[in-house]
């Protein structure tokens, strides 16, 4: 089964970087780390139905529920062409991909989702403070990070998902997990991945770390929603059952493409509490 998938990665990624007709939804972003955040990767088997098909700066996972595919996260718009070629590498038809869970609207996950949506049919979901950025393809007027600018590719099928609530697909829960703070929209997905009668919780986590453009302040009036929202979302990955941890970022997440030893999610809440109590410090000097 691997060598098929590496043999069919290497085929899908032979054609995926042929020169195609300008396309307004995968038309390149030009981004400073686009080269590492796209490093390519074969597909690979994280547990049961379980995959990452994204790349080695930037996550993306796809789940067989048996009635129908999940993607979580875009990428950059030019990312889709490689995603669709991963996915097919693994064995599965991007048509039978019905939903794409988004981890915040920002370019870097959320870029590629329009033309992920247009080329699946899939319906994109996010919270709802996630879907007005990705219908927008825009920074939120609050983000930290509005002073950098940028837009992407705008999605326009949206679902919108609330805190804990739960999409319910062939075999497969996966729950939505509100974890703001790296922006007031990010959303964190947990599930269930089971192979030969033992089940794996698998958690595909938000950015949590504290980004800003310059001359921001966390400890300003408008910047106290989101250190909250960052301490709520602490408390949250240090309770949230964890087996596997895939982070938005694969190296925030410590360990390879996902982290699998115990505690990988405090572990993770740890890192950003970290830097952002240093964030704080710095502000208060
Ligand atoms: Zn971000």
């Given amino acids: 089964m691997k060598t098929i998938a590496l043999a069919l990665w290497m085929m899908g990624t032979a054609g995926a970087s042929q020169p195609a007709a300008d396309d307004p939804l995968t038309r390149p972003m030009a981004v400073e780390r686009a080269k590492e955040w796209l490093a390519p990767q ?4 994280i547990f049961g139905k379980s995959w990452l098909v994204g790349f080695g700066g930037l996550s993306v996972a796809l ?7 999940v993607l979580i996260d875009g990428a950059l718009p030019q990312a889709v062409p490689m995603i669709l070629a991963n996915v097919r590498a693994a064995g599965f038809d991007p048509k039978d991909i019905k939903y794409i869970l988004s981890t915040e609207p920002h370019y870097d996950h959320g870029g590629g989702l329009a033309a992920l949506a247009r080329d699946t049919g899939a319906t994109v979901i996010a919270s709802a403070r996630g879907a007005e950025g990705l219908r927008a393809g825009a920074m939120a007027a609050d983000d930290p990070q509005l002073a950098y600018g940028g837009t992407w590719p705008a999605v326009e099928r949206l679902r919108v998902m609330a805190d804990g609530e739960v999409l319910a697909m062939g075999d497969t829960q996966i729950t939505a997990h509100a974890t ?8 964190s997905w947990s ?6 009668g033992t ?3 698998i958690v595909f986590a938000s950015s949590l ?4 453009a310059d001359g921001y302040r966390y400890l300003s009036a408008a910047g106290k929603p989101f250190v909250a929202g960052f301490e709520q979302s602490y408390r949250k990955m240090d309770a949230i059952p964890c087996d596997i941890l895939i982070s938005a970022h694969p190296d925030n997440a410590g360990a390879g493409r996902f982290n699998d030893k115990p505690g990988a ?3 993770y ?13 710095r502000e208060r000097k």
Avoid: F, Q, Y
């Avoid at 074969?42 to 088997?45: A, I, T, Y």
């Avoid at 703001?180 to 959303?187: F, Y």
């Avoid at 599930?191 to 030969?196: Q, Y």
């Fill in 199 to 201: 089940c794996k919780t």
């Fill in 209 to 212: 770390n504290p980004v800003s």
């Fill in 265 to 267: 999610c405090r572990a």
């Fill in 63 to 69: 789940i067989d529920t048996v009635d129908g595919l």
């Fill in 191 to 196: 599930w269930k991945a089971c192979e030969a």
């Fill in 269 to 281: 809440a740890d890192r950003s509490r970290g830097l952002l109590a240093k964030r704080l410090d």
């Fill in 42 to 45: 074969p597909p690979e088997r």
């Fill in 180 to 187: 703001p703070g790296h922006t007031m929209g990010s959303m």
